[in-house]
């Protein structure tokens, strides 16, 4: 069983509809005993940064999220839910995140050459840093989508795929039993299912 | 780099999927759930699903189609077609769309366009306009088109995108259901007008049209179209083929 925890950020439908379709169990929760009882977790996530660590914080799901990874169990944030594993972000005053990564969620304002439209919003490619048994069943150079304005910057040994938007970004990171994509496997047909699948092997 | 999106827009009547010939002389095509999961196998980038029911059994049928659909699929759904307020985002939402498109709904309260940014992130929020020439200007036009709001377009879509619109359908009513290609003079004023994505919709009759969309206007993110993918006229894949072979860059 996996649990998708939800406090209250986004849209799980799509989410949910795409675990079925690899033939994993979801349950979507914010109930502590059924996120520790999962053998797996979903962080997801879409919206502003600052909104989103307040809610991980004051339903304390962010704890229950952390002393998870702590014991070692798989989890995967998704979007701005990969973005919470970091340690800060500034988009709308500085907010602290989970921490369970290094590093820091930046925005791409000023980063990306100006004249490219903020959001990132569309299929881009992904680009392999390192071999990972979530791309057992995706190629280099596949496509996923993206929606997105900020991304996370300085992931150090966490960084495991890229994708080119003017400058390179962030697409996927893990350590350990930590993962996060920040594009959408739920909306990037086959092959993010495939990475879906995979997250359910591990 | 980001990739050129094409985009089928399935028109739903009562459960049913229907192409407008310049809105009018509604024809029936297939079910909507067959032509998403279809279209997703072709290769296409993203779906809009246009509700133009106006009963309230209607609509039920529609949330039904969409929740099926999101069941089926896996890339973004667009959801438009009586968006009135932030609730009709809602119940959309819930049934399986990522992304909800307003468009007479923002004329007649052009408010709901901050709010629904507001509640559901810019990202979530698709200004979609129907527009016409009226006299050399380009005006919107409301109610399926049959409505001259005076209201001039680019100012129109500036507007809505600073209120948090983070996407913009622009038809364009003079070239729609012509077939003889996009309306590149009132795109490209779009383009020069706001920088979120800007989606072309309104005279696709060929590969060509497509072709001469993305190559004269690089700031257009993507293509969409209804009638000449539902009737094969063009198929999504071999229009991919032939846009990669034209250095254009598509997801294949």
């Not at chain 2, 050399?136 to 709001?149: C, I, L, M, S, Y």
Request: charged residues 25%; aromatic residues 8%.
């Amino acid at each position: 069983m996996i649990a998708i925890v939800d406090y209250g950020v986004g849209n799980l439908f799509s989410l949910v509809a795409s675990f079925e379709k690899v033939g994993a169990e979801t349950v979507v929760t914010s109930e502590v005993e059924t996120i520790e009882r999962a053998e797996k977790i979903i962080l997801p996530g879409v919206g502003a940064f600052a909104d989103a660590a307040k809610k991980l914080r004051e339903s304390g799901l962010g704890k229950v999220v952390k002393a998870q990874a702590a014991k070692g169990k798989p989890i995967m944030g998704i979007c701005l839910g990969m973005q919470m594993l970091f340690e800060k972000s500034c988009e709308y005053g500085c907010n602290e995140g989970l921490g369970l990564l290094k590093g820091n969620v930046v925005s791409m304002k000023g980063y990306i050459d100006a004249g490219l439209k903020i959001p990132h919003i569309g299929w881009n490619a992904l680009h392999f840093v390192r071999k990972h048994p979530l791309f057992k069943y995706i190629r280099e150079g596949d496509f996923v989508y993206f929606v997105h304005s900020y991304f996370a910057q300085d992931c150090q040994e966490s960084l495991l795929a890229e994708t080119e938007y003017g400058k390179t970004l962030t697409a996927a990171v893990a350590q350990g039993n930590v993962m996060g994509c920040q594009f959408h496997p739920e909306k990037s047909g086959e092959v993010g299912l495939n990475i879906l699948r995979a997250f359910c092997e591990l | 780099m980001i990739t050129k999106r094409i985009i089928p827009c399935l028109d739903v009547k009562d459960g049913r999927v229907v192409k407008g010939i310049n809105f009018e002389g509604l024809r029936e095509v297939a079910s909507p759930v067959d032509l998403a999961k279809y279209y997703s196998q072709c290769g296409a980038d993203e779906l809009v699903f246009y509700d133009i029911t106006a009963s309230a059994e209607g609509r039920a049928m529609f949330t039904d189609c969409l929740r099926e659909a999101a069941k089926s699929v896996f890339i973004p759904l667009t959801v438009g077609g009586g968006i009135r307020g932030v609730e009709d985002f809602e119940r959309v939402l819930s049934c399986g769309a990522d992304k909800v498109s307003v468009n007479s709904g923002a004329i007649a309260n052009p408010s709901i366009v901050k709010e629904a940014a507001q509640k559901y992130g810019n990202q979530c929020v698709v200004l979609s306009t129907d527009v016409k020439r009226v006299h050399g200007e380009f005006h919107v036009f409301a109610k399926g088109g049959r409505e001259d709001t005076g209201l001039e377009a680019v100012s129109w879509i500036k507007r809505c995108v600073e209120d948090g619109a983070g996407e913009v359908v622009v038809n364009s009513m003079d070239t729609d259901g012509v077939k003889k290609g996009f309306d590149i003079e009132l795109l490209k004023a779009v383009c020069a007008a706001v920088d979120v994505p800007v989606i072309a919709s309104g005279g696709a009759g060929s590969i060509a049209d497509f072709i001469t969309l993305f190559k004269e206007i690089p700031d257009i993110d993507a293509g969409l179209a209804a009638s000449v993918f539902h009737f094969g006229e063009i198929e999504i894949a071999n229009l991919k083929k032939v846009l990669a072979e034209n250095d254009i860059l598509v997801r294949r």
